[in-house]
């Protein structure tokens, strides 16, 4: 089975200041990897996802991620933060049709002012 | 815009209680999940299903049966509630390929004391 690791709980930057989260995931085939994000007292949003083409893929409000396979990793940035980005994110990794995506533990994103 | 909602949002229940939690999605979409969110572990899958009739295990489903009368509702039922199960509860809906967005209701927090 798929799994994806976060090894950062907690991720505190400055406002305007560029961001990275890491995640790597587990899995011997070509995944599908996605970003998801979190409100206080929400649900999940997608911010965006890769299947397939370019590694570089780019999703909501500024932010982008790059799939390389050799590393198993999708690292998700931002060039400039705002704190409206503050929030829980999660990245996730599904494998195949019908194939419940996995989630890893999440990182919390504080944006100082 | 993607619709998925729980009931009840909040609930206190005492252990060794039955609680259902109810999910309804108006997407029309084939699979539906259940996670539960907890501090360090991020979101963990309980059950999925692929349509009305099926109910599938996650990797967490000791303690926890699923119900799908429909495509549109999901149930997650405990039949004796513990403490262990005192959690925030996401419903997710999706079409069924590896690589579709799941879309999330707002969680249902749930007490057992």
């Known amino acids: 089975a798929q799994s994806v690791t976060q090894p950062d709980a907690r991720v505190t930057v400055s406002e305007g200041a560029s961001l990275q989260l890491r995640c790597k995931y587990s899995y011997s085939g070509t995944p599908y990897l996605f970003w998801y994000v979190q409100y206080p007292r929400q649900g999940l949003q997608l911010l965006l996802k890769?299947?397939?083409?370019?590694?570089v893929v780019q999703g909501v409000n500024g932010f982008e991620a790059e799939f390389i396979k050799s590393n198993s990793s999708f690292h998700l940035r931002k060039a400039s933060v705002h704190w409206s980005d503050s929030a829980v994110y999660f990245c996730?990794?599904?494998?195949?049709?019908?194939?419940?995506?996995?989630f890893g533990a999440g990182t919390k994103l504080s944006v100082k002012p | 815009e993607a619709a998925v909602t729980q009931s009840p949002r909040n609930k206190v229940a005492v252990t060794g209680g039955k609680v259902t939690l109810s999910c309804n999605q108006t997407?029309?979409?084939?699979?539906m999940y259940w996670y539960r969110q907890d501090t360090g572990h991020g979101l963990r899958l309980i059950h999925y299903?692929?349509?009305?009739?099926?109910?599938e295990k996650g990797d967490i489903p000791d303690g926890y049966k699923a119900s799908r009368p429909s495509q549109e509702n999901f149930s997650l039922i405990l039949e004796l509630a513990t403490p262990s199960q005192t959690s925030v509860y996401f419903c997710a809906s999706g079409p069924g390929r590896g690589q579709d967005t799941q879309y999330f209701g707002p969680g249902t927090r749930l007490l057992v004391l």
């Open positions: 996730a990794v599904s494998r195949n049709n019908n194939n419940a995506p996995r």
């Open positions: 299903s692929y349509g009305a009739g099926s109910t």
């Open positions: 997407n029309n979409h084939n699979n």
């Open positions: 890769y299947y397939s083409g370019d590694p």
